[in-house]
């Protein structure tokens, strides 16, 4: 595959990445996409939408997020270089988008899409979600701008996600259990769309990732790119210098997404996605879409997806609810591709390794997702140099994991 000259200016006008995304949708869907599609395309261009943005990411939000020198986990891993006679380790810093509102990046995304809703003069706000967090990111910034919202949760989560379908309820938005197919995520936002087509005049699709039809992938990479944009300058008023690798997990991609996107024309920046290899790859029960999947179409774009041998989508499986999706974003498979970005994969069993080392460590309880990050981090960081300046994601905190976790490790509470 030729390299581009740009990484940076994709996707083109029918929101492919190469040979991946576009749109496929139903007919009827194609006006409502259309209309979405020049509404943020004005909106980018209004210095309005701007200031309202970044009013809200500052004082709403509460950005921009720190980016934080994990010390300690630096020096253990170290430690662990020496003890295989090497003269390495990494100095590992945190992006700490956990410290946001809500508790993840997740908000970042939902922000531009609701003021977006606003502009637009539509009223009622439908999402997706799987493990909640996106749901309650979604209900959440309804609540600050007083909109109607519905979310689509499939049952066996919402049986799974308790607390957060509670938080949603709180905040005033309506959940709907979904009974089709597996009852998980793919299954709420199949019937997302559905509802959407129904209630065109009203209604605004706020999707959770980089995912779904043009111009879906490409809007929320950038609503998420600030995660990159705030990186870049932190790590050039911390350490005069970009940073030589960036890391994070990959569900559908978009905080990786949102890290990456402003250190794609950097060659030198190594960057590595983090895909859930759930009980390991070769058991068939994970959800690493680039790792152990093929392309094909799903939910709108072409992508690489797990799929069985007559082209079902498979399940995906992984410990962490955030990361359990069948996809990827057609950004990611394209990087993938043209080989400007690795993906690699972290099993259950790592991840909850990583969990509990940076939680003692750090003082910080990570998230299941960014876990998986976290544990390819303990991997890579010995085995580099010790000036190599390595950024980690952490897109969220461990709090609503807390309960799983425990019952996990044999502990009650
Ligand atoms: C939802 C979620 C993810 C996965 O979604 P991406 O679109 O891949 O970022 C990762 N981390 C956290 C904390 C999440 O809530």
Redo the contacts with the bound molecule.
Sequence with gaps: MNTPNSFRTGPDENGHFGMFGGRFVAETLMPLILDLEKAYQDAKADPAYKAEMDAGLKHYVGRPSPLYFAERLTEHLRGVAAAEGRDGGAKIYFKREELNHTG???VNNVLGQILLARRMGKPRIIAETG?G??GVATATLCARYGLKCVVYMGALDVSRQAPNVFRMKMLGAEVVPVQAGARTLKDAMNEALRDWVTNVHDTFYCI???AGPHPYPAMVRDFQSIIGHETRAQMLEQEGRLPDSLIA????????MGLFHPFLDDPHVKIWGVEAAGHGIPSGQHAASLTGGRPGVLHGNRTYLLMDDDGQIAEAHSISA??DYPGIGPEHSWLHDTGRASYISATDEEALAAFQLVSRLEGIIP?L??AHALAKVVELAPTLPKDHLMVVNL??RGDKDIPQVAEILGTRI
Excluded at 249 to 256: D, F, L, Q, R, V
């Design positions: 993840s990046h997740k493990a967090q996106h959770g990732t980089v997990c990959i569900g559908g991609g978009s905080n990786a955030g990361l998230a997702e960014p897109s969220g």
